[in-house]
């Protein structure tokens, strides 16, 4: 995504703080596309290049219940695509009901989707709400100015205002988002979701997502620790 006028670009990542970087970045109008900038090459070279990452067993957890248990109308084209494939592979003798509504589908399941045929196609060919970051984003590609983290995401906005150079209305905008950042529930799910699924799973998961763990400074089994 491109904001022109404050010369920024940033890699959205579904449930990394995406949505209100969003309303940030355009706060009147639509978002715009790296792609639809005939000087994309000269923007990646001298715009400030920013994302903003997550936990990877948070990240997938609150994908999960974002798609799969709090699902919005918009979300039925990925919910019929990933959730039927789901249910048919994972859930023997699954009602004709079930794969019309997918209104049921678990978080066991969804981990196995992942760990056996959702991860099959490699990094490139998985589903962007949990794919992997640094793939995405070509993070071994392009020198980003800026790595925030969704954990610290307060304190990161603020370090990300000073980095960037933003003043005036823009810095004003970025740090008032300050007063209405409120914890994740998800972080303190994590255990009773993940003690659903087998512990090769989460073995599984850690390899599948290695470069993100590595990269972004987080460690493996992180927040799972007890579970193994």
Known sequence: MVNDSSKLLYCLRPKCASRRMRQLMFPRSGQKSLAKFSQKHLMVETYFKFTFVREPFEHLLSAYKDKFVYTRSFDRKLLELHGREILKNFRPNATQRALEEL??????EFIEYLVTKG??????GMDR????????????????DF??????????????ITAAGLSGKDAKRYAAVKMKISPSGTASQL????SQVPLEWIDT???IYKANF???????PGPLKSLL
Not at 103 to 108: G, M, Q, V
Not at 119 to 124: E, F, K, V
Not at 131 to 143: A, E, F, G, L, W
Not at 214 to 219: A, E, R
Request: charged share 20%.
């Open 129 to 144: 709400h949990w794919d992997i970051h640094v793939y995405s984003c070509c993070m071994c590609d392009v020198k980003y």
């Open 205 to 207: 998961l850690g390899r």
């Open 147 to 160: 790595i925030g983290h969704y954990e610290t995401l307060e304190q990161d906005l603020a370090d990300f």
């Open 191 to 194: 255990l009773e979701y993940y």
């Open 214 to 220: 590595q990269m972004f400074g987080y460690n493996f």
């Open 103 to 108: 209104n049921d589908i678990t978080f066991r």
């Open 119 to 124: 991860s099959n196609s490699g990094p490139q």
